[in-house]
């Protein structure tokens, strides 16, 4: 349910996006210079926002965070490469 819920939410924002009922006119204005297109698209921006983080946070794949035991050849590269670094810095 949850997850249809998103999906509706994603699939209603993607159809505001496309907000041809402001093309034609710049009026009226937003607190008096702000035009109407540009404002409409500050508020959108500002929820897409806060929807992108909504989803990160109930529908991230948790199987994405689960931490991998590095093999020992990626430890010795990491140490070589630390060594060079710590190197280049003397100089």
Do not use: N
């Not at 996006?17 to 540009?38: E, K, M, N, S, Y």
């Amino acid at each position: 349910m949850k997850r249809l819920l998103l999906l509706i939410l994603v699939a209603a924002l993607y159809v505001l996006h496309q907000d041809f009922w402001f093309w034609r006119t710049a009026r009226p204005l937003v607190f008096g210079f702000i035009p109407i297109g540009l404002f409409y698209h500050g508020c959108y921006t500002l929820v897409i926002s806060l929807v992108m983080w909504l989803l990160v946070k109930t529908a991230w794949p948790s199987h994405l965070e689960e931490q991998t035991t590095a093999p020992e050849i990626d430890k010795q590269d990491r140490s070589a490469t630390a060594k060079q670094i710590s190197r280049g810095s003397e100089r």
